[in-house]
């Protein structure tokens, strides 16, 4: 008897995990254009764009040169520092920003950003171009490309 209960009781819990187990990974959409501008310098400015699941994000522009602030729920602010982690040349980010969410607690929680950067790769022709996706990871505590 002891033994049917345990295997009832192990069908039931690898059941119950399976079912409340986190969602696969999808994606949301917001838009990096048509942001509110908050600061505006000589030659920088930086841009409030709304984000996803409690997340914001401030485009930064200066020297030609665009980057992303990712800000948390709680008000604490990740630089990407595109600008220096990528590629140092005159740049500018994409018109969206992809989240990458999963569904934790009956909510979307985001895991991920992902937004096409686009860097000059010859400062005597800017037509050269090099594009790519830049991909930050979103844990609690921190965020990093």
């Avoid at 819990?13 to 942001?35: H, I, R």
């Avoid at 090099?130 to 505590?141: D, E, F, H, M």
């Amino acid at each position: 008897m002891r033994k049917i209960l345990a295997l009832a009781l192990a069908a039931f819990f690898a059941l119950a995990l399976t079912v409340y187990a986190d969602s696969p990974v999808t994606s949301v959409y917001s838009s990096l254009s048509g942001c509110k501008l908050i600061t505006r310098g000589h030659d920088s400015s930086t841009q409030a764009c709304r984000g996803f699941g409690g997340y914001n994000l401030r485009l930064e522009y200066g020297d030609s040169r665009e980057s992303i602030t990712v800000i948390s729920p709680n008000g604490q602010k990740h630089p990407l520092e595109l600008w220096n982690v990528i590629s140092s040349g005159f740049s500018s980010v994409g018109k969206k920003a992809e989240w990458r969410v999963t569904r934790k607690g009956g909510r979307l929680v985001p895991i991920a950003l992902i937004v096409r950067f686009d860097a000059s790769t010859d400062p005597s022709d800017s037509s050269k171009v090099t594009s790519y996706l830049a991909v930050a990871k979103i844990t609690p505590q921190k965020i990093c490309v």
